[in-house]
C-alpha cells in the first residue's frame, strides 16, 4: 500500500529546513548504503549535526500529530529522519532498501515502510521522481513540498536522474506493529470507515462502538512488539 499524507510540515516548517540545508556542508549518500545500493546512488546528505537532529525532531512531533500517518502506518519505532539532496545529473538508481537498520547501540528496526518527505516544491526541478515498483504497477511521485509519501520497503524503486535545479528530501524507515502489509491495509480501510462513521453517527453509536472494538481486537491479534 502506497500512502500519500499532505502537509505533514508547513511551509514554514519546510523553509527553516531549507534554511539550515542551504548553510549545510553535504555529504556522499553512498555513507548510509548498502554495497548494491551504494553503486547505484549518486546524491548528496545532510552529515549529522545538532541541526539536523533538530530537524528530524521536527518531522517527527509532526507525524505523531497525523492521524493519516498513524492510521497508515501503525508505527512501532521510527529511525530518525534523514536529509538529501539531488542536483544535476545526479540519481538513484533501482534498489530495494536494507531490511534492517541500526538505530543506536544494541538496537536495531526491520523496515517495513519507506518514507519520503518532500522539501523542494515540483517546479523547482526537474526529474527527480521517486518511482515505486508496487504489487500493482509501478508509480511515479513528486509531491508538494512538506507531502510525504509511505511506501513498503519491500518495493524496488529508484530516484530518477534531476535535469534541472535541487530536489531536497528528508527521508527515514520505520518498523510497524503490522508487520505484513495486506493486514496494514485491512486496519486502515477499517479504521478511515470508522472515522467517517463516527462524523455520521457520532462515538456512542453502537456500530461504531463494536467496530471500534473490532479493530482494537484485530490490533491485539496482529501487533508484534
Ligand atoms: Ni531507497
Redesign the pocket.
Known amino acids: 500500500m502506497l500512502i500519500q499524507v499532505p502537509n505533514v510540515l508547513t511551509k514554514e516548517q519546510v523553509a527553516k529546513c531549507r534554511q539550515v540545508m542551504d548553510q549545510a556542508d553535504w555529504v556522499d549518500g553512498r555513507t548510509t548504503a548498502g554495497a548494491q545500493?551504494a553503486s547505484v546512488k549518486k546524491n548528496g546528505q545532510l552529515p549529522d549535526s545538532p541541526q539536523s537532529r533538530e530537524l528530524g525532531d521536527m518531522v517527527l512531533e509532526a507525524l505523531g500529530r497525523s492521524p493519516l500517518f498513524v492510521s497508515a502506518a501503525v508505527p512501532l519505532r521510527v529511525l530518525p529522519p534523514m536529509f538529501n539532496r539531488y542536483g544535476e545529473g545526479q540519481f538513484?538508481g533501482a534498489?530495494i532498501?536494507g531490511a534492517v537498520r541500526h538505530i543506536g547501540p544494541g538496537m536495531r528496526l526491520r523496515t517495513d515502510l519507506?518514507c519520503t518527505l518532500f522539501l523542494a516544491e515540483p517546479e523547482e526541478y526537474d526529474g527527480g521522481e521517486l518511482v515505486i515498483e508496487d504489487v500493482f504497477g509501478t508509480k511515479s511521485v513528486k509531491l508538494p513540498a512538506g507531502d510525504m509519501v509511505v511506501y513498503p520497503s519491500t518495493s524496488v524503486?529508484h530516484v530518477t536522474p534531476v535535469t534541472r535545479g535541487y530536489r531536497v528530501a528528508s527521508f527515514f524507515w520505520l518498523q510497524s506493529l503490522i508487520r505484513d502489509d495486506s493486514a496494514r491495509r485491512i486496519l486502515f480501510d477499517l479504521d478511515q470507515s470508522i472515522q467517517t462513521l463516527t462524523v455520521d453517527r457520532g462515538h456512542d453509536d453502537p456500530t461504531v462502538v463494536k467496530l471500534t472494538g473490532i479493530y482494537h481486537n484485530l490490533l491485539r491479534q496482529w501487533a508484534e512488539t
Do not use: L, Q
Open positions: 545500493a538513484f534498489h532498501d519507506s524503486h
